[in-house]
């Protein structure tokens, strides 16, 4: 069955660039989506179809998928941007999510 | 603005069944090219998904759970509903409704706040 690999955590210093990986066989020929969930908080969907921002998503967020990986990129990482995150795609009409990865922004 | 809202009991005796109801507000949905899914997260754990039907009532679920699970759309009532049978003590999770609209991929743009659901004697 598909898979969605995602490492468990990342770090990043304030106002710098954090990337986020989401690996999968052939992952670039789907169409990754990104979630952000707060503790406590439902999931926000904040990037779909590899690259677009949904209304109302800060630009500092942006993605890409090529080969076996999407990547989603936070620009000028803020401590409100501590969060998990989870990658999504959609394979043979089942929704995969990826297993998650905690931001921390130290 | 579409607002989604679970409701349902929050607590499930092992070996029953859960039923979960989502009310949608702000659109119609039957809406074209609308889609609507229920998605669990268990205590400290990442997320899961169980079922997706389609505006057209076309149903897509988890391989993992799809023996045990029913989604279904009351057009009437605006809502969409998930029916798990037979829970085991694994099945204690956040459930969320959410929805979309996108082309591809299959994206939940918008989420219900989730709804706790215990299974225990």
């Known amino acids: 069955s598909y898979e969605l690999t995602q490492p468990p955590s990342v770090s990043v210093s304030p106002r710098q660039t954090a990337s986020i990986t989401c690996s999968g066989d052939k992952l670039g020929n789907k169409h990754a989506s990104w979630y952000q969930q707060k503790p406590g908080q439902s999931p926000v969907l904040v990037i779909y179809q590899d690259t677009k921002r949904p209304s109302g998503i800060p630009e500092r967020f942006s993605g890409s998928n090529s080969g076996d990986t999407a990547t989603l990129t936070i620009s000028g990482t803020q401590g409100i941007d501590e969060a998990d995150y989870y990658c999504?795609?959609?394979?043979?009409?089942?929704?995969?999510f990826g297993g998650g990865t905690k931001l921390t922004v130290l | 603005q579409l607002q989604l809202q679970e409701s349902g009991p929050g607590l499930v005796k092992p070996s029953e069944t859960l039923s979960l109801t989502c009310s949608v507000s702000?659109?119609?949905?039957?809406?074209?090219?609308?889609?609507w899914g229920w998605i669990r997260q268990p205590p400290g754990k990442g997320l899961e998904w169980i079922a997706s039907?389609?505006?057209?009532?076309?149903?897509y679920y988890n391989p993992s759970l799809k023996s045990r699970v029913t989604i279904s759309v009351d057009t009437s009532e605006n809502q969409f509903s998930l029916k798990l049978n037979s829970v085991p003590a694994a099945d204690t999770a956040i459930y969320y409704c959410a929805g979309g609209g996108y082309t591809y991929g299959h994206p939940f743009d918008y989420w219900g706040q989730g709804i706790l659901v215990t299974v225990s004697s």
């Open positions: 999504q795609a959609w394979d043979s009409n089942t929704v995969l």
């Open positions: 702000g659109g119609s949905i039957s809406s074209t090219n609308y889609y």
């Open positions: 039907i389609y505006y057209t009532g076309t149903t």
